[in-house]
């Protein structure tokens, strides 16, 4: 089974996800972001979400971080939870 890493940044707006996106772009530190502005738990973790296979998150979640390259920022992704960036850290077959 394919078990992927990931990390993400949680919000509820399409345009604050540009913003935060813009940011890592310019050099900002992802896990940093995350701790201030993430509404997930997990942004006290710098949005670290650990290990999980297909089917362990939302589907729009899953179709990202089972197919985007690695260590690239993802996103805006739209869930029912809001809007994430998206970052996948690993992925093994």
């Known amino acids: ?3 992927a890493s990931a990390r993400h940044i949680l919000v509820d707006s399409e345009a604050q996800c540009l913003d935060l996106k813009s940011k890592i772009e310019q050099g900002e530190d992802f896990a940093e972001l995350a701790k201030v502005h993430s509404n997930c738990p ?3 973790d710098g949005g670290a979400l650990g290990e999980f296979g ?3 998150m939302v589907p729009e979640f899953d ?3 089972f197919s985007a390259p ?3 920022v993802q ?3 739209q869930t ?3 809007y994430h960036l998206l970052e ?3 992925r093994s077959e």
């Open 1 to 3: 089974m394919t078990v």
């Open 42 to 44: 997990s942004g006290q």
């Open 54 to 56: 297909p089917g362990m």
């Open 63 to 65: 179709k990202v971080v």
């Open 70 to 72: 690695l260590n690239q």
């Open 75 to 77: 996103g805006p992704v």
């Open 80 to 82: 029912q939870f809001g």
């Open 88 to 90: 996948v850290t690993s």
